[in-house]
């Protein structure tokens, strides 16, 4: 894409001038509309990333922004770090604290509500905003379904195994080619209960994710589907030989890894947390701010003419 640079001033809230680039794209030069694949490991450790064997995954990494120090929340449980993630809120917000097995999923009133009492997602605003998107989520774990409100989505389908996830995943997207398709795996979180993460067996189960990663990466390649989609591959929380739950390092840090249209490749230096990743998908989709969220989009992944075209678009 060629476009035209010049020089402008500005005058920002704190009184000082600031000399950026103004940008002018021709028309049919511009992006095409964003589209996002967001892939969902559960308990895919930074461990697991760092010295496990993700051929795949080390490729995206070359052409993504990527930490291994990105945060979720406490507890370190499944649902509150999804919830967290698809909604941009803290568990303080959204009151989800257990996967509900010990006691009530939801120990507490969200301080926003949808129309059916839960705390809004990223769905939710992308389906009201922006009426005619596909979204889609697949999810190997039956939990990831009591987080999402059922209208907010055009398919919300529960598979048996990472591998049949994908697959469905994949069919829908070649078939229908959704803006936001959510891929939740579970395959990891299970051998990390079983055999503790950090063993033979949850290093198997690491590589079998990375396997489905590179059956999207692929699809992409063969697509062409590179200029306008984003792929965003991370994780609920790590876990420790004994689980997870408590409040370790190696329990809360995470991977946060995206790649897509004028993505800086390279390490992110500052601070990424998981309630960023809903922020992050709003401000790609350029929509308005989450309600009631305290996540903030990692715009120090991308471009500055990225910036300027998205904050031009959307007043901000």
Known sequence: MQCYFSVVSIFIRTGFALAILAIACPAEERMQPPRVIVIG??????????????????????????????????????????????????????????????????????????????????????????????????????????LVAKDSTDILQHETGNKRTTEAAINYWKNEKPELLFIHLDNVDHAGHAFGWGTREYRNAVEAADSRIGEVVKMLDES???D???????????????????????????????????????????????????????????????PCAIGRPVTAAFQPAQILLTAAKTGE
């Open 224 to 226: 062409v589907g590179w």
């Open 41 to 146: 490991v559960d308990g895919l450790s930074v461990e697991g990333v760092a010295k496990g064997k993700v051929p795949n995954l080390r490729r995206l990494m070359d052409r993504s922004a990527w930490t291994l120090s990105a945060r979720g929340v406490l507890p370190t449980l499944s649902s509150p770090n999804w919830e967290s993630m698809i909604t941009g809120a803290g568990t303080a917000q959204h009151g989800i604290t257990s996967n509900g097995i010990v006691r009530n999923m939801v120990e507490f009133k969200p301080i926003c509500q949808g129309t059916d009492g839960k705390f809004p997602t990223i769905f939710d605003a992308l389906h009201k905003q922006h009426p005619k998107s596909r979204i889609a989520i697949f999810h190997d774990w039956p939990g990831f379904a009591d």
């Open 228 to 290: 306008s989609t984003y792929v965003l591959v991370t994780s609920d929380h790590g876990g420790t030989p004994r689980g997870h739950g408590k409040n370790s390092l190696a329990e809360i840090q995470i991977p946060w890894i995206l790649s897509g249209p004028r993505v800086i490749a390279g390490e992110i230096m500052g601070p990424v947390n998981t309630f960023d990743t809903a922020a992050t998908l709003a401000w790609i989709f350029k929509l308005t701010p989450l």
